[in-house]
């Protein structure tokens, strides 16, 4: 349709730095993406990208981000104050400068209402089953955030023990958050909760979903730098639910006492028996 943003791939070459207009640009192009899959209807979700250390880029409040052009975007600073645009920001903004005043490392903010992921988020669960390989690389697992009304503080305060530790979320009752280093991987973080909710409610209906052990989800965890993922900085995450019900990360063992002290007898044989 003439006027709107046609999605040109090249838009995502990684040129550094972007212009604000690249920026413009590419927001448009993923609002447009996340409304035709159905991430978003109506005025639903917002987009952020961080333009330099005091100014961020967003979508405005009350329009369909699939229409968007470059010159509906608003710019403000983190603390929430419009710096220039003629449209009002979303009040969900205040998620998205959470992200930002916590995480150096995000440069790109989405939220949406992806259906079924959003599904799982409005039946209290989260998506932290150690299920599909891509998932358990490149997010580790989806936490459920508790409810609060969208926009206001109580919503940040509940994200904020989130954020150093992941890179999606799901917000219960309400949606999902996903961050990132730029805004194309923020955006398929965005697809592929929605992806893999799809996938675990395909495979609660053919069966009993198979979930992969602990061993299987250290590999894959040690897997990571191949893959050039970078986990986010906060570090110690929990991994996600695995077959064996074990903590692939800390590696734990338990003992009874007496095998304990069978132990020790042992080692202290062994060390006698050497000298
Ligand atoms: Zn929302």
């Known amino acids: 349709m003439e006027g709107l943003c046609t999605v040109d791939t090249n ?9 604000e ?17 159905g991430f978003i209807v109506a005025c639903e979700g917002n987009i952020s990208v961080r333009l330099d250390e005091g ?11 699939g229409m968007l052009q470059p010159h509906d975007l608003v710019i403000t600073n983190l603390e929430g104050r419009q710096l220039a645009g003629e449209r009002k920001f ?3 903004i205040a998620m998205h400068l959470l992200f930002y005043s916590m995480r150096p490392d995000v440069h790109a ?10 599904g799982f988020a409005a039946a209290g669960r989260a998506l932290d089953q150690a299920l599909l ?4 690389i490149g997010l580790g697992q989806i936490p459920l955030v508790r409810y609060a009304t969208p926009g206001t503080p109580e919503l940040s305060s509940a994200l904020e023990p989130f954020v150093p530790h992941y890179d999606a979320l799901l917000l219960a009752n309400h949606g999902a958050v ?20 799809k996938i675990l409610l395909a495979a609660e209906l053919a069966g009993d979903p198979v979930l992969l052990s602990g061993r299987e989800v250290a590999k894959l965890m040690a897997a990571r730098a191949r893959y050039f993922v970078t986990p986010p900085p906060g570090g110690g995450a929990e991994l996600p639910e ?34």
């Not at 838009?11 to 212009?19: D, E, G, I, N």
């Not at 207009?21 to 899959?37: F, L, P, S, T, V």
């Not at 800390?250 to 042992?266: C, F, G, K, Q």
């Open 133 to 136: 390989p891509e998932v358990i």
């Open 11 to 19: 838009l995502f070459s990684p040129s550094h730095p972007k212009s």
């Open 242 to 275: 695995t077959s064996d019900g074990s903590d692939s990360s800390r590696d734990h063992v338990s003992l009874t006492r007496s095998e304990l002290d069978a132990l020790i007898d042992e080692a202290v044989r062994k060390d006698r028996a050497r000298r």
């Open 90 to 92: 979303s009040s969900e």
């Open 109 to 118: 903010v989405c939220h949406a209402h992806p259906p079924t992921a959003t």
């Open 55 to 65: 100014r961020i880029l967003t979508t405005p409040t009350c329009m369909n981000k």
């Open 178 to 197: 996903t961050c990132g280093p730029d805004l194309l991987t923020t955006f398929f973080r965005m697809e592929t909760i929605e992806h893999f909710a």
């Open 21 to 37: 207009e690249q920026h413009r640009r590419e927001i448009c192009a993923i609002g447009k993406w996340m409304y035709d899959r």
